[in-house]
């Protein structure tokens, strides 16, 4: 399984116009085939950090989620919403219950 986590930063000011863009592609790529997790949450505490959560089957799963349409959407929103510090590391998993 393939892990992605990490942080955008966007300006608190934005982050109501940022919405109908994050779930546009969040749902979008919830739906792509190997994608078993995709999320961003808003941090508590600090109000212009969000938080990106995904996991995916295999990296040709994330490879193939790279190149979707959505996801040139959502990119092309980055400058005019002001989402910037982009943290993002990729992780190699094996499941295991806990």
Same mark, same amino acid.
């Given at each position: 399984?393939?892990?992605?986590?990490?942080? !955008?930063?966007?300006?608190? #000011?934005?982050?109501?116009?940022?919405? /109908?863009?994050?779930?546009?592609?969040?749902?979008?790529?919830?739906?792509?085939?190997?994608?078993?997790?995709?999320?961003?949450?808003? #941090?508590?505490?600090? /109000?212009?950090?969000?938080? !990106?959560?995904?996991?995916?089957? #295999?990296?040709?799963?994330?490879?193939?989620?790279?190149?979707? @349409?959505?996801?040139?959407?959502?990119?092309?929103?980055?400058?005019? @919403?002001?989402?910037?510090?982009?943290?993002?590391? @990729?992780?190699?998993?094996? /499941?295991?219950?806990?």
């Amino acid at each position: 399984m393939i892990v992605i986590e990490g942080t !955008v930063r966007i300006n608190p #000011d934005r982050l109501e116009a940022a919405r /109908p863009a994050m779930q546009k592609v969040v749902l979008a790529s919830r739906a792509e085939p190997g994608c078993i997790d995709y999320a961003y949450a808003a #941090d508590l505490i600090e /109000p212009d950090l969000i938080r !990106v959560s995904e996991r995916w089957q #295999d990296r040709d799963s994330l490879k193939a989620h790279f190149q979707t @349409l959505h996801m040139a959407e959502w990119r092309s929103t980055w400058p005019s @919403l002001n989402i910037h510090a982009r943290s993002l590391r @990729l992780y190699e998993a094996d /499941p295991e219950d806990i």
